[in-house]
């Protein structure tokens, strides 16, 4: 169950726990095909190619295994989608809910990583 | 300075058919857009009315249509910001970022619309922690849990109607004491049993702490509020023009939208309009997509003549 993305998908809590174990910066935008989840995936596409220390994944919300993310408590009182997460070091460093614009984005890429 | 010969402000299916069509026909063309490209189509989750295509996620024909305008050899350029722009020379300037300057024969006006929002207090702060402008994407965070819905039209109703499978109960509140529906939407709502009403009203503030608590409502005719404690708010107050920044030289209607004549020329020879940003009935896809092919061929006239 993916997203119909050009993204990297997370399909698995154990790919989940693989990728934020291996790589330092880390963006996981978890949401469906909605309006305001596909803007997030679209920057998340662009911003691939300016910030190349940073992995850029989406994951399906309606993934039972999406209980990875749905349930962080970096997400609780989240109640809009997509929920897009930031790891650091394999730790979450921000947590947002619902459609952020590029200039968001941009501003916690470049604050946190 | 790079010279092109249109420039189409907006990467919407309007901005971005003309795309196609200027490209093909060998004309240089510049397609420049403020945000993601393919505008409110690539927010659609599924179109399943675009002829030709069984059906399909506005993101993915959003893509195609931007490959197909590259594939013709036009310029697609996203997430800019237009700081400043000159219409009235017979080669008219436009400044992006506040430093690169782009110069055309014609230009053509896609810039489309957005979801209107309330703009009062706390708004911003709650949004996606218990308001939203989508039922079907955040409807399922309210399962049995009691909401408001904002707005007196079509979508305002028929979203309400659709929340209905997971809300508990739904307060639709609206500034007027009729409604601006189809019959058929406003009976859908008035005879469901979850939905209540509360006219002549609008919110003015949203409070809280990690997500929404509650909301004041404040009656429009005799000016006083009242708090309700409530868990979430949809918001469906229409759409506005995005054609602000053309205020001062295109002529707009009351509404804010563009007016342009049957060749979907402007007040300013030269200066085009396509698409949802222009008056007009019928907001569609295939309008937009229609309305960018007679910009196109229009603005090739144009420059042909002139
Ligand atoms: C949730 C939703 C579902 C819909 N479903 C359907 C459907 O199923 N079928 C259908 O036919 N229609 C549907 N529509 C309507 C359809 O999407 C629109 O009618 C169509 O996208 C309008 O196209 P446009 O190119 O005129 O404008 P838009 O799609 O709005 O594109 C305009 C573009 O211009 C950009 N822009 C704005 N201002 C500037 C500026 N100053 N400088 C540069 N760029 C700028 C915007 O960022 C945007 O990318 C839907 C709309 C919404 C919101």
Redesign the interface.
């Known amino acids: 169950m993916v997203l119909?993305?050009?993204l990297e998908h997370v399909k698995t809590e154990a790919e989940y726990k693989k990728i934020i174990s291996e790589n330092e910066n880390v963006m996981i935008c978890c949401g469906?095909?909605?309006?305001?989840?596909?803007?997030v995936?679209?920057?998340m596409e662009?911003l691939r190619n300016d910030y190349k220390n940073i992995k850029f994944y989406d994951m399906l919300f309606d993934n039972p295994e999406a209980h990875v993310i749905r349930n962080l408590p970096e997400c609780?009182?989240?109640?809009?989608?997509p929920f897009t997460v930031y790891y650091k070091n394999g730790k979450v460093v921000k947590a947002?809910?619902?459609?952020q614009s590029?200039e968001e984005i941009t501003d916690i890429l470049n604050s946190v990583f | 300075m790079e010279k092109f010969d249109v420039i189409i402000i907006g990467g919407g299916p309007a901005g971005l058919t003309a795309g196609i069509y200027l490209s093909r026909a060998k004309n240089k063309t510049l397609v420049l857009n403020e945000g993601v490209i393919g505008g409110q189509m690539s927010l659609t989750h599924e179109i399943a009315n675009y002829p030709g295509i069984d059906s399909v996620s506005g993101y993915m024909l959003s893509r195609t249509m931007q490959k197909q305008a590259e594939k013709f050899g036009c310029t697609v350029k996203s997430n800019i910001k237009i700081t400043d722009y000159k219409f009235n020379e017979n080669l008219k300037t436009i400044t992006v970022n506040n430093k690169d300057v782009f110069e055309a024969k014609a230009v053509i006006v896609a810039t489309g619309g957005k979801s209107r929002e309330l703009g009062v207090e706390g708004e911003k702060d709650f949004t996606g922690r218990g308001v939203s402008y989508c039922a079907t994407c955040d409807g399922d965070f309210f399962q049995d849990k009691e909401i408001i819905v904002v707005g007196g039209g079509n979508s305002a109703l028929e979203e309400a109607v659709s929340l209905t499978q997971y809300a508990s109960k739904i307060t639709i509140v609206h500034q007027f004491d009729h409604f601006q529906a189809h019959q058929f939407a406003i009976d859908a709502a008035q005879n469901h049993e979850k939905i209540h009403f509360i006219l002549n009203s609008t919110l003015s503030s949203f409070y809280g702490n990690q997500s929404l608590e509650k909301v004041k409502i404040k009656n429009l005719k005799t000016n006083t509020e009242i708090e309700m404690p409530i868990d979430g708010v949809f918001v469906f107050i229409g759409y506005v023009p995005q054609t602000k920044p053309f205020e001062n030289s295109l002529k707009l209607n009351t509404y804010g939208e563009i007016i342009s004549d049957e060749r979907l020329e402007t007040n300013i020879p030269g200066v085009f309009v396509a698409g949802d940003c222009r008056e007009k009935k019928i907001r569609q896809i295939t309008t937009a997509v229609s309305d960018g092919t007679i910009a196109a061929l229009n603005a090739i006239d144009f420059i042909q003549n002139n």
């Not at chain 1, 609780?76 to 989608?81: D, T, V």
């Not at chain 1, 947002?96 to 459609?99: A, I, M, N, P, R």
């Open positions: 119909n993305t050009n469906r095909m909605g309006p305001m989840c596909v803007p995936y679209a920057d662009d609780r009182g989240f109640m809009g989608l947002t809910s619902s459609l590029r």
